[in-house]
């Protein structure tokens, strides 16, 4: 039975791969050893050859590519645990950063982001969401790729000049509403969002690889950076999710998962979540472990991720929780309440009194089941605890098997480029158009000039008096004349076009 061994209580712990795609979750306070709990499941999957895809928000879990220094605390605390052949190595990392800094280039389309998410990434509401929907049936109906932002900005400013037409043909189109979406695009690039949408597009096989060696590839996406834009952040994740759920095929309950996915900083998946895209997740979560991908949340409180999601996570690691605010009490509580209670054990009051290092743990077992919760040592990891430096990080990204297929960036002929041919084959379409419209509209101006000076002769301006209004001046002074009358009714009447009437 192919298991990993997490720690030791009473007895040693193990997670039982069969059982890995349920979920888990690693939780806990600042400082109590998450970090190191992660970093142990992680290089433990690798070795029993399932790939990896991590999150790197704090910077400190690149050390997984780096083997860690000896040290007779380690070895004691492994002797304790009871690892057999403990030793200090570097696990086979693949760095991947969205902006291609730190790693190599991570991409993907504007069409395989899709509308939904991609209005969550834009903050719109949902007059603007409705638009953007309708930008996306427009490019499709119209034959258009988009792959950038340069295509969506295209696509935005075609809508902008064919208001009136794509409004009747697909619904009302507001020009604040149109609007306010360019200014959402322009602050998404400017966050770094152009460096995301392109090509070459991330290949999913690509993240689920072995080495020669036949252990997994931990996929390490430097998120340092990509966190202070918290909402491309969670949006890529579920996109992420999205895609392995809706390409990979259902295969049960494999003897390993396929692919490992960790999420530090869970809860930033959930901020703000639309109703409508919660409960895409939550599907996403229940149908997902049958296409052999397991997703571990790191958070500080349990309660970070919602009930529903939450009650999916079999697999559990918590770290100590301090109880010292309301908040803390109620996350306490909610640890306490999600294990199976251990009769040796009051969880509520040893969750507080864990040690760095220490966590309650409890993993599936057979046929799904979960175990009592233990107190438990978890095993420390073979890599280094802390983060790489800089030049080691480069020469891990100068062995990537795969950096030739996405560092270099490829802009192939979409949306932007046909629209642009489009408008410039019907300014060249008619040469002389633009000389006959500068006549014509010389013509017109010649024309207006000469009927305001026939209008300034007859009715007058405001400096001088025309001849209508000296004319019916000197008519209406005829009082009591019929002749005067006539005379004047048939002055204005031939003015204005009219024939007289007595």
Known sequence: MNTLLIGKGDQQVHLNLKYANRHGLIAGATGTGK???????????????????????????????IAGTPSEKLLQRAAQIGIEDYHNEANPVVLWDLAGVQGHPLRTTISEMGPT????????NDTQSGILDIVFQLADDQGLLLLDLDDLRAMLALVAEERKEVSAKYGLISAQSLAAIQRAVLGLERDGGKDFFGEPALQLE???????????????????????????????????LSELFENLPEVGDPEKPKLVFFIDEAHLLFEGCPPSLLKRVEQIMRLIRSKGVGVYFCSQFPDDVPSEILGQLGNRIQHALRAYTPRDQKAVKTAAETFVPNPKLVVSEVISQLGVGEALVSM???????????????APPRCRMGPATNEELQQVRAQSPIGG?????????????????????????????????????????????????????IFGNKRRQGLAETLSKQAARTVGSQLGKQILRGILGGMLGKSSRR
């Open 364 to 378: 599936l077992a057979d046929k799904g089941v979960p175990t009592m919760v233990e107190r438990a040592l978890i």
């Open 117 to 124: 998410l991609l209005s969550r990434i834009l903050e719109l």
């Open 405 to 457: 297929k996405y560092d270099h960036s490829i802009n192939r002929e979409s949306a932007y480029e046909h629209l642009n041919q489009r408008r410039s084959g019907a300014a060249t379409s008619n040469p002389t158009s633009t000389a006959s419209d500068a006549a014509n509209d010389g013509q017109t101006g010649q024309k207006a000039e000469e009927q305001g000076w026939f209008s300034e002769l």
């Open 206 to 240: 690509d993240l689920m690889r072995t080495n020669l060696q036949g252990r997994g590839i931990i996929n390490l996406l430097a998120a340092n950076k990509l966190i202070l834009t918290p909402r491309l952040y969670s949006s890529f994740l579920l996109w992420l």
């Open 35 to 65: 970090t190191v709990s992660l970093m142990s499941l992680a290089e433990g999957f690798s070795r029993q050859g399932v790939p990896v895809f991590i999150t790197d928000v704090k910077g400190d879990i690149s050390g997984l590519a």
